[in-house]
C-alpha cells in the first residue's frame, strides 16, 4: 500500500523517513519526492508498505506526529490520474 507523507521538513532524509514507519511494520520503499532543478525536498513523499493493516496502524499513528518539528499529514496515497503530471492548478479561466 502507498502512503502519502506530507509537511516534511526539508532536513528531512529518507531514511528518517523509513525509520518512522518501520515500528508499524516493513518498508519496502520511503522516497521524499525533490525539485527537479534544485534538488531540494518538496516537502512531501511517498512510503510503500506490503500490507494494507500495517500501512492502516502507521498512518492512524503517524498522521498530526512530529518529525523533526513538522507535524506530519500522513494518508493513503490517491493514485494519479490519467493526465495528470503533477504540479499546480493550470488553465485560462478567469476568476469572478
Known amino acids: 500500500m502507498n502512503i502519502y507523507v506530507g ?5 528531512t532524509t529518507e531514511d528518517d523517513l523509513r525509520e518512522a514507519f518501520e515500528k508499524f511494520g516493513n518498508v519496502e520503499s ?3 519526492i525533490k525539485d527537479r ?3 531540494e525536498s518538496r516537502g512531501f ?7 494494507k493493516a500495517e500501512a492502516q496502524s502507521a498512518i492512524t499513528e ?3 506526529k512530529e518529525l523533526k518539528d513538522r507535524a506530519l499529514n500522513v494518508n493513503e496515497a490517491r493514485p ?3 493526465g495528470s503530471r503533477g504540479g499546480g492548478r493550470r488553465g485560462g479561466g478567469r476568476r469572478s
Open 30 to 32: 520511503a522516497t521524499i
Open 62 to 64: 503517524l498522521n498530526g
Open 37 to 39: 532543478y534544485s534538488g
Open 45 to 51: 513523499g511517498f512510503v510503500e508498505m506490503p500490507t
Open 80 to 82: 494519479r490520474s490519467e
Open 7 to 11: 509537511n516534511l521538513s526539508i532536513e
